[in-house]
């Protein structure tokens, strides 16, 4: 744990993405893609290790580096001439940064300090530096909106505010997690934030600007110090450490037995992770791999692990929608990618007999789900929706609810069902789980409908 407070310079760290997306719960991974993941490597800030990047538009990001720069575009993909640098911190290194909109950024730095700015593009005039941590590193930071920011040192502390450029007398510090130090964090919505910790540990509030108490520590990671986490919604999460192991979660604060712990990169040390999605998550390593997936809850061989930047260490990636990747390194380079991850053709994934036609479809389509029998029998599909944890503490958990059932009878081979056979109409925006028996065996996969 020493050796990666000292390292912390060199290498730091909504509901709905549109379109049917398909959450693998049980079986194999994603197909292979039809063509290679395309990254390309450009100096923007040479001689500089770049910290951290957040995007919060395809028109719009912003980096952040160990001189206390922020570098700018608004044009990611053209290339090193479109970044421009502005010294905004003085000399001290920025750890990480949160853009929640166009028109606010809030990066931190190495001396507890939050460094904003409602013009990101701008000189260093426009960005304005508050001490708001004493002299504790503030290593990582989420904005889910302009009136919420979370960040999170190295002594178990998050600080918060609702009012991120009101000044000093607006930001709260809590301590939270004992002596661990806490390295990412990640709010998908102003009612749950998910941090990390170097001890393996996840820790979740459904009021991130509450008290010690409204913030819970589980162990999901055993002795693996956990270093980025990207929640693309409130019932999603992927973390990653630094044993190559991705750490997921469809309930985030349903306890350890919620997580799941997959090897997706050998030995390498995964230092970030973005999902723009809940069907694309792109993880960045220190030997210059970005590993992306099109289904984050997918055993091992749904992640692909690609050299995308020789020898330099990648230390945090911004996906702001599944076409457009933005990683930076520990050499001062920006690596673009407007495919980090090609989904298959025909289908998104096959579980246990049981999938999702690919395809775009959204409210009052029809879902299409292929299910594959090895001989004549009698099929139910059941559809669940998720309910989301509501009250405070227990008194309603996250759960799925049914909301319709078709029985048909099977022949041999190729079934296909489809949702319309259910008052498709009642099937609002939202994440379903759909189950389909047949033979005696149950197979599950889960899906989103875009409103």
């Given at each position: 744990m020493k050796d990666a407070k000292q390292g912390i310079s060199h290498v730091v760290r909504r509901w709905f993405a549109g379109a049917v997306c398909l959450l693998a719960w049980i079986g194999a991974g994603a197909a292979t893609a039809s063509t290679p993941p395309r990254w390309t490597v450009a100096p923007v800030d040479v001689a500089n290790v770049l910290n951290g990047v957040s995007c919060p538009s395809t028109s719009l990001c912003v980096a952040v580096d160990g001189r206390g720069a922020v570098v700018s575009t608004t044009s990611p993909t053209r290339g090193a001439r479109a970044w421009t640098a502005a010294d905004a911190d003085a000399g001290n290194p920025l750890l990480g940064v949160s853009c929640p909109s166009t028109l606010l950024c809030v990066a931190v730095d190495e001396r507890g300090d939050v460094v904003t700015s409602t013009d990101p593009t701008g000189r260093a005039r426009a960005w304005t530096v508050t001490d708001v941590d004493g002299t504790d590193p503030?290593?990582?930071?989420?904005?889910?909106?302009?009136?919420?920011?979370?960040?999170?040192?190295?002594?178990?502390d998050v600080?918060?505010?609702?009012?991120?450029?009101?000044?000093?007398k607006t930001w709260t510090v809590t301590h939270v997690d004992g002596s661990n130090s806490l390295y990412g964090v990640s709010c998908p919505a102003a009612f749950l934030c998910t941090a990390v910790d170097g001890s393996g540990d996840?820790?979740?509030?459904?009021?991130?600007?509450?008290?010690?108490?409204?913030?819970?520590?589980?162990?999901?990671?055993?002795?693996?110090?956990?270093?980025g986490v990207s929640c693309p919604a409130v019932f999603l999460c992927v973390a990653v450490d630094l044993?190559?192991?991705?750490?997921?979660?469809?309930?985030?604060?349903?306890?350890?037995?919620?997580?799941?712990?997959?090897?997706?990169?050998?030995?390498?040390?995964?230092?970030?992770?973005?999902?723009?999605?809940?069907s694309l998550?792109?993880?960045?390593?220190?030997?210059?791999?970005?590993?992306?997936?099109?289904?984050?809850?997918?055993?091992?061989?749904?992640?692909?692990?690609?050299d995308v930047d020789g020898e330099d260490s990648l230390g945090g990636v911004s996906c702001v929608v599944p076409s457009l990747c933005i990683a930076v390194d520990s050499s001062g380079h920006v690596v673009t990618s407007t495919s980090p991850a090609v989904a298959a053709p025909t289908?998104?994934?096959?579980?246990?007999?049981?999938?999702?036609?690919a395809g775009t479809v959204r409210f009052g389509t029809p879902v299409t789900f292929k299910i594959t029998l090895l001989a004549a029998a009698r099929i139910t599909l059941q559809v669940l929706r998720y309910v989301p944890?509501?009250?405070?503490?227990?008194?309603?958990?996250?759960?799925?609810?049914?909301?319709?059932?078709?029985?048909?009878?099977?022949?041999?081979?190729?079934n296909r069902l489809r949702l319309d056979r259910l008052d498709r109409h009642s099937l609002a925006a939202g994440s379903y789980e759909a189950e389909v028996s047949a033979g005696g065996t149950a197979h599950q996969v889960r899906f989103t409908i875009d409103g």
């Open positions: 503030l290593v990582g930071v989420s904005c889910p909106t302009v009136t919420l920011c979370v960040a999170v040192n190295l002594e178990g600080v918060t505010s609702t009012d991120p450029t009101g000044g000093a996840v820790v979740t509030s459904t009021t991130p600007t509450g008290r010690a108490s409204s913030w819970t520590v589980t162990h999901v990671d055993g002795s693996n110090s956990l270093y044993d190559g192991d991705v750490v997921r979660s469809i309930d985030p604060t349903g306890g350890a037995a919620a997580w799941s712990v997959t090897r997706v990169d050998g030995s390498n040390r995964l230092t970030g992770v973005s999902c723009a999605s809940i998550c792109a993880a960045v390593d220190s030997t210059g791999h970005a590993v992306t997936t099109t289904n984050p809850t997918g055993r091992a061989g749904a992640w692909t692990a690609a289908h998104v994934d096959e579980v246990a007999g049981l999938s999702v036609l944890a509501s009250g405070r503490g227990d008194r309603e958990k996250a759960h799925y609810t049914s909301v319709g059932t078709i029985t048909v009878s099977g022949k041999d081979g190729l």
